[in-house]
């Protein structure tokens, strides 16, 4: 059986009661719970707006709700009538700010600067070789400046490595193809008909997007602020209107301390009330949120760990791809060097194929064919290897938050089913979630942080007990085959503006 909070309609704003809760009590003691009773009694208010105005706090200051071993809800605030999270989530917003706006300058840069500096210097470099191979060719084996500038030698080196990258990038049986185990040549006509018709139904990325995706990475996909709260509701409809926090924190993969002060705001926003078990299990109830004109069933969303998104590959680009942009760099780079160490300026060019040799005397350092092309090639380089470093850190972070879902799935799972949950299975968890063996410490600390106590069985075998997500667990069972399907059903419609 259960009692029954009631849900009395408030005569003052939810915000405002707050307000008035907050100035009347004053400073609160983590440790201390709070009644409803309590509220009132401190602030003179009545006990519906105390009640609201209590949700609200809750909502706002992340607020818990705890259930006595008599029944009785009481409001737990952790950090009190602060918000320590503020100057951390602010820094973090802001580092982010930072983070995007120099993201997105040196992505600008990239662009502006691709056809510049690896299409343009390449295209000049490459002209500059290819005069000095065909000056080379034509008997003129002079040194032309006293410099030791390079003929034929250099120009067939370059374009030697020139030749063989654009070879193996685009020839079919190269494994660094572009078209390999898309479109072998060997395969059979369907086959390669299928690869063609693939290769024609994929989006067309353009030469900077690839550029773009080499130096930055693939770019991430916009977050939704609200879909942990579309989850929750979904999984309120598909739950008959009552939802418990294991629902909660199984559709969205969020940890308890973060799951109590969303249901709270959501008991505001979508009229919400709390039922509590004579086993203290906090069922929360939204009857409005059934009603529908369709006749499909509400389907449980999937949970949070069925909808892990996989760490985005480095460059998201064809190999092909990756080897040509390299290669343009590289090809910069050289060029560059080779233009500082033989102090070639726009005016030494200019006279670099002179029918007849002019002396030229040393003009300074060339900043447009040597250390302009020479630092933003460095730079670029820098970009990947430093996102190639990180990965590991990455690939750490993505495993250890896949643990920490496979842990909660266990948990979650084996109290619904009602069966014990051991060290063993939430380590054979995380084993099969991440590939690595589970780091106890760690995954003692996600036991907890889930409302877990250590028990020892009569085996000696070590036992985690969840007393609150079973209670919680039991009782919106209970509540739902309860529920009456009329909560979901619209009345006769007895007007209609589009009939006459």
Known sequence: MLSRVPPSPTLLDPAKAGAILRERIGPVDPALPITVADAAARSGLALRDAEAGLTWLSSEYRGQLRVTSDGDLVHVFPTGFARPWERRDALARAAAAVSRASMGALRFLVRAWVMVVLVGYAALFLAIVLGLAFAQQQGDSRRRDGDGLPGGAIAYALLRVIGDALFWTFHPWSPFSVYYASDPWGAP???????????????????????????FGPAAPPEDPRESE??????????????????????????????????????????????????????????????????????????????????????????????IIAALNAFNLLMAAWALENGMTIERLSHLFDRVPTPVLDTGVPIVLGVVPLVFSVLLFLLPVARLLRRPAELRAAAYEKGRLAVLREVLERVRGKRPVTDAAVAEAWRKATGEPAPEKRVDRELVALGGDVAIAEDGATRWRFAELEAEAAAVEVERQAAGEDEARLGRIVYATDER
């Open 189 to 215: 006509g369907a086959a390669r008909a299928q690869a063609a018709r693939r290769r024609r139904d994929e989006p067309k990325v353009p030469l900077y997007e690839r550029v773009n995706r080499f130096f």
């Open 230 to 323: 579309r989850l929750v509701l979904a999984a309120i409809r598909a739950g008959k209107g009552r939802i418990g926090l294991v629902d909660v924190m199984r559709v969205t993969g969020l940890p308890r301390e973060q799951a109590d002060p969303m249901m709270a705001r959501l008991m505001l926003d979508y009229e919400g009330d709390v039922d509590v078990s004579e086993d203290g299990g906090l069922v929360y109830r939204f009857e409005k949120i059934r009603r529908t004109a369709s006749d499909e069933v509400a389907a449980e969303p999937p949970p949070a760990w069925a909808r892990t998104r996989p760490l985005p590959p480095l460059t998201g680009n064809p190999a092909g791809a990756n080897v």
